[in-house]
T-cell receptor
Framework: DAGVTQSPTHLIKTRGQQVTLRCSPI?????VSWYQQVLGQGPQFIFQ???????GRGNFPDRFSARQFPNYSSELNVNALLLGDSALYLC?????????????FGEGSWLTVV | AQTVTQSQPEMSVQEAETVTLSCTYD???????LFWYKQPPSRQMILVIR??????QNATENRFSVNFQKAAKSFSLKISDSQLGDAAMYFC????????????FGKGITLSVRP
C-alpha cells in the first residue's frame, strides 16, 4: 500500500513568490496535517484538516493557507515567500482527527527560498 | 501550552550496545500520548514507539522500550542491541488526548552508531 506521498520533493523559489505543495494521504485516511521543519529543529505544526474542514492551526502568519479536497488530498500554499520559509514541509495523515489514531508522515517537500 | 525538551543534541553508541535517549515534557493535562519518532537521512518521520499516559506499563517494540515516569514528566527511549540502521535523528513528541490535537516535538537528538 502506498504511504503518504508529497510533491514536489525539492523546489527553489525566489523571495516574494508563491508556492503550492501537494499531499496524498494513505488510502482510507481522512485527516491530513502539515508541519514545517527548519534545519536542526523539530517539526512545527501548521494545519490540520479533517473531512475538508480546518480543525487546527499553528502559530503561522496568514501567508500560509491550506485546503483539503473531496478525495482527502491536500495542498499547502505559502504566499510572499521569505528566506525564513526555507524548510522541509511534512505532510501527515491519519484515519481520523482523534489523538488515538497513529499519524504517518510523508518524506516531505524541501523548499529553498533564495 | 505543552513543551517537549530533549537536552542532548548528540549521542553515540557502539554497535550491539544499549543506549538511552532522554526526553522531558511539561503539561498540565493528565491524559495524553507520548511518541518517539525516527528520522533517517531520507527525512521521513517513522514512528518508533508510543505510550498512552493512562497506562502504567512501559511500552515495548522489539529492541525499543521506554521508561515513562509520569510524575517526573520524563519519557526516555532505550535501544537495545544497537544496529547501524538505528543511526538517525530521534524526536520525542507529545499529543493531547481528544480531537484535533497536534503533535508537539522536541528539538531532536542525533544518534550515531559505531561499527
Amino acid at each position: 500500500d502506498a504511504g503518504v506521498t508529497q510533491s514536489p520533493t525539492h523546489l527553489i523559489k525566489t523571495r516574494g513568490q508563491q508556492v503550492t505543495l501537494r499531499c496524498s494521504p494513505i488510502s482510507g485516511h481522512k485527516s491530513v496535517s502539515w508541519y514545517q521543519q527548519v534545519l536542526g529543529q523539530g517539526p512545527q505544526f501548521i494545519f490540520q484538516y479533517y473531512e475538508k474542514e480546518e480543525r487546527g492551526r499553528g502559530n503561522f502568519p496568514d501567508r500560509f493557507s491550506a485546503r483539503q479536497f473531496p478525495n482527502y488530498s491536500s495542498e499547502l500554499n505559502v504566499n510572499a515567500l521569505l528566506l525564513g520559509d526555507s524548510a522541509l514541509y511534512l505532510c501527515a495523515s491519519s484515519l481520523r482527527h482523534i489523538s488515538g489514531n497513529t499519524i504517518y508522515f510523508g518524506e516531505g517537500s524541501w523548499l529553498t527560498v533564495v | 501550552a505543552q513543551t517537549v525538551t530533549q537536552s542532548q543534541p548528540e549521542m553515540s553508541v557502539q554497535e550491539a550496545e544499549t543506549v538511552t535517549l532522554s526526553c522531558t515534557y511539561d503539561t498540565s493535562e493528565s491524559d495524553y500520548y507520548l511518541f518517539w519518532y525516527k528520522q533517517p537521512p531520507s527525512r521521513q518521520m517513522i514512528l518508533v514507539i508510543r505510550q498512552e499516559a493512562y497506562k502504567q506499563q512501559n511500552a515495548t517494540e522489539n529492541r525499543f522500550s521506554v521508561n515513562f515516569q509520569k510524575a517526573a514528566k520524563s519519557f526516555s527511549l532505550k535501544i537495545s542491541d544497537s544496529q547501524l540502521g538505528d543511526a538517525a535523528m530521534y524526536f520525542c513528541a507529545y499529543r493531547s488526548n481528544g480531537a484535533n490535537s497536534k503533535l508537539t516535538f522536541g528539538k531532536g537528538i542525533t544518534l550515531s552508531v559505531r561499527p
